[in-house]
């Protein structure tokens, strides 16, 4: 019988207990859990896609009570606020109104990207220049400790399991970016429920060329 796959979107964990934290990413924590000792309450926090930046988001989303802001926000937020992907934004005068009424609200304002402040494709210069002035935490290229946390959690959000011989096999030859990580843990699930295989080092060897 013939299995097809089927593009079913399952609900991402970010459960406090479930962040990974390892060298690659603890200064980025500290700054989470720093707060609400941030200077002028706000923090620029980067790193690259599928580094973690919206699970960071989350656990300070429950210390602050903040609320996750649409990229196409219009109103004018009354308390703690979180931009989660700042570059997505289009209205750049909308973006500018909203970061200083938080500055002069003095409301708790968490931003992230994947692009540093100096590489965002903001052309108006008082946006460009008042996020150049925010701290910023930046989230480094992941350590095989993190590798490894982020392929087991990603693989348990799809509800797949790697067995320790598996993990193994694949740790030294994984890709070392979270977006590429991401890609092949999006392949392998789609691989594995079409085929009706089973997560194992032969599977990964054909699929992968290792």
């Not at 959000?157 to 991401?182: C, G, N």
């Not at 789609?190 to 009706?196: C, I, P, Q, T, V």
Request: charged share 20%; proline share 8%.
């Amino acid at each position: 019988m013939t299995q097809y796959a089927l593009d079913i979107s399952l609900p991402v964990a970010y459960a406090p207990e479930q962040f990974m934290l390892s060298e690659s990413n603890r200064l980025a924590y500290d700054w989470i859990m720093r707060w609400p000792g941030w200077p002028g309450n706000a923090l620029y926090l980067h790193g690259e896609r599928g580094a973690g930046k919206t699970h960071l988001a989350h656990l300070w989303q429950q210390q602050a009570q903040a609320a996750f802001l649409p990229a196409d926000a219009q109103d004018l937020p009354a308390g703690a606020s979180i931009i989660d992907g700042i570059e997505q934004w289009q209205n750049e005068q909308a973006l500018f109104h909203l970061y200083n009424h938080c500055k002069s609200e003095n409301i708790p304002l968490l931003i992230t990207s994947a692009l540093t402040p100096e590489q965002l494709p903001f052309a108006l210069p008082d946006v460009r220049s008042r996020l150049k002035s925010l701290p910023v935490a930046s989230i480094a290229a992941p350590d095989d400790a993190l590798l490894s946390a982020v392929l087991i959690k990603q693989l348990g959000d799809r509800q797949l399991k790697i067995e320790p011989d598996v993990l193994h096999y694949m740790l030294p030859r994984l890709p070392r970016s979270f977006a590429e990580l991401t890609a092949l843990v999006a392949r392998l699930d789609s691989d594995l429920l079409a085929s009706g295989r089973t997560l194992t080092i032969p599977f990964v060897r054909q699929l992968c060329g290792w």
